[in-house]
């Protein structure tokens, strides 16, 4: 019973670079959670997607981020044209559902922009 | 939204000593409170949640206690051991927010031997 599953577990990008982050959930969760994770910080909730879906993005950067959740296939957090400050730990969680479920974390994509 | 607010932001404890972490919040809404513990480089991992229509629960050495009414949560660790050693995260979930989590902004704990 594989658990969420994300790559690359590490990822050096220039500036001006395009970072793909994946995340395959939990078999059988239909509910992905992204949370960004800044260096000795807390996590910071981007954005939640089910399949073909976007529900709520509200944590997400006007610019440059976006994500999806195809039918099939991972998440992916995309990040175009990557500054310094995107470095961080980028989260995936899925969850069966939203409400009296547990959300199970991958190990997460450290992003490094040189 | 919420606002999840957590003491102290670092805990050091003699092995077999108490830890206590606290948490409070701000949306009287919210109704899931897990704990996750963050060894470094690693993911975080659920260690106990309560629900808010409980006001304690406790798995061996690690128990949570919830104050709906005062809206803060706290996590004990009894018999602390080196192992224990990490940062912990509260987090707070609103029956409303879409399922998302709200995390405090972790406590660095260190068990010394």
């Known amino acids: 019973n594989a658990g969420v599953m994300q790559n690359p577990r590490h990822l050096v990008r220039r500036r001006g670079q395009e970072a793909r982050l994946r995340c395959s959930p939990v078999k059988g969760h239909s509910h992905v959670y992204w949370y960004r994770q800044l260096p000795e910080e807390g996590l910071k909730f981007m954005v939640y997607l089910q399949k073909e879906n976007i529900i709520d993005e509200s944590g997400m950067p006007k610019e440059r981020f976006s994500a999806e959740f195809p039918k099939e296939g991972p998440s992916i957090l995309r990040i175009q044209q990557v500054v310094r400050g995107d470095s961080a730990a980028y989260f995936c969680?899925?969850?069966?559902?939203?409400?009296?479920?547990?959300?199970?974390f991958g190990q997460g994509t450290r992003l490094t922009v040189v | 939204g919420e606002n999840v607010e957590q003491h102290p932001s670092t805990l050091s404890v003699q092995e077999g000593d108490s830890a206590v972490i606290k948490c409070t919040y701000s949306?009287?809404?919210?109704?899931?409170f897990p704990w996750y513990k963050q060894e470094l480089g690693k993911r975080p991992q659920l260690i106990i949640d309560?629900?808010?229509?409980?006001g304690e629960k406790k798995d061996q050495r690690i128990a949570v206690t919830l104050n709906k009414t005062a809206k803060h949560f706290s996590l004990h660790i009894t018999e602390t051991q080196p192992e224990d050693s990490a940062v912990y995260f509260c987090?707070?979930?609103?029956?409303?927010?879409?399922?998302?989590?709200?995390f405090g902004a972790g406590t660095q704990v260190v068990v010394t031997p």
């Open positions: 949306d009287s809404a919210s109704n899931y």
């Open positions: 309560i629900r808010s229509n409980v």
């Open positions: 987090a707070a979930r609103a029956s409303d927010s879409w399922g998302k989590l709200q």
């Open positions: 969680a899925s969850s069966p559902g939203q409400v009296n479920t547990e959300a199970f």
